[in-house]
């Protein structure tokens, strides 16, 4: 454990701030109105801290907000405005422990921004490729004489192409690819090799781009990283495979923020069970 508690400003400190500012409520004062809405005040961690809710219950945002407070990593912009500041330093985080250095906070945006960067570095080597053949070609019918040193890196080109496949030629100057991962498979990549050892780590909705075999993949691997690798983890999902988590702590900010007992009583997984119930017969079949 790093992070006991963390609170944020009530709704009586927000009017205070709004009745100061001399506005009203509006995007443009983000993220204040967001979590009072929510009934998020504070937070009591557990090594697992889980907080569940619908699009735009304010899951991103606390998690955002808390980032920001303490400082953490982050590898991708996020939605602030002018006020993102002012709100930050009117929480208050009390610690187990000082935050590790390392300690981050890992989004679906910056996995996604990761993927499109893998992408953008192979088809630069393929369009490479692509003009590498027509040197081949060029420098396999070239007369070339050598008239200085600097003709040198010239004449072993063409050595090369009239030595050399195709193939061959074009590997040995291109350069190698990234392998290219589907979404989910690189996005389960990321979250694996982003988190460190003995750290915090905030992690946004990790699920997003995750088939549920992935998904339950990562649970396991976010459950071990708890267990035998020193991390306290703070998770915005709706998952059930994440809810299940055995010994976390979920949040419900459908539910004014009330602790919820189990996770098969949230709204997400019983969509999930109903159906399934609704077409038993079809497993059965």
């Known amino acids: 454990m790093y992070l006991n508690a963390f609170y944020f400003p009530d709704a009586e400190q927000e009017a205070d701030f709004m009745f100061a500012l001399k506005t009203t409520y509006d995007q443009s004062v983000y993220p204040y109105g967001v979590l009072p809405k929510a009934g998020l005040t504070e937070i009591i961690f557990r090594p697992i801290t889980i907080l569940y809710g619908g ?3 304010g899951k991103s945002t606390a998690l955002n907000v808390i980032a920001e407070k303490l400082g953490m990593i982050r590898g991708s912009a996020f939605n602030r405005t002018r006020f993102f500041e002012a709100y930050a330093s009117a929480c208050k985080a009390s610690l187990e422990e ?9 989004t679906s945006d910056e996995v996604f921004d990761m993927m499109l960067d893998i992408r953008a570095v192979n088809d630069g080597i393929a369009l490479k490729r692509d003009r590498l ?3 081949y070609y060029e420098l396999k019918r070239e007369k070339f004489q050598i008239k ?9 080109r063409i050595n ?4 050399k496949t195709l193939s061959r030629f074009i590997a040995g100057e291109s350069g190698k690819t990234i392998r290219e991962r589907s979404n989910g498979e690189s996005a389960l990549m990321i979250f694996q090799g982003k988190m460190e050892m003995d750290t915090l780590c ?4 990790p699920e997003n781009s995750l088939s549920p075999e992935n998904q339950m993949i990562l649970a396991d691997f976010l459950l071990e990283s708890v267990r035998y690798c020193g991390n306290q983890l703070v998770i915005s999902t709706h998952s059930p495979f994440l809810l299940a988590l055995p010994g976390a702590k ?3 900010l459908d539910n004014h923020a009330r602790i919820a ?9 019983r969509l999930y069970y109903e159906f399934f119930k609704k077409n038993e017969t079809e497993f059965e079949a």
Do not use: M
């Open 55 to 57: 699009n735009g219950s």
């Open 98 to 106: 000082p935050i590790p250095p390392k300690s981050r906070i890992i």
């Open 133 to 135: 053949a027509e040197d």
């Open 148 to 156: 200085s040193l600097e003709d040198l890196e010239h004449l072993h």
């Open 160 to 163: 090369q192409s009239r030595s």
């Open 202 to 205: 905030l992690l946004d909705e």
């Open 250 to 252: 979920i949040i419900d």
């Open 261 to 269: 007992e189990s996770w098969t009583e949230l709204k997400n997984p």
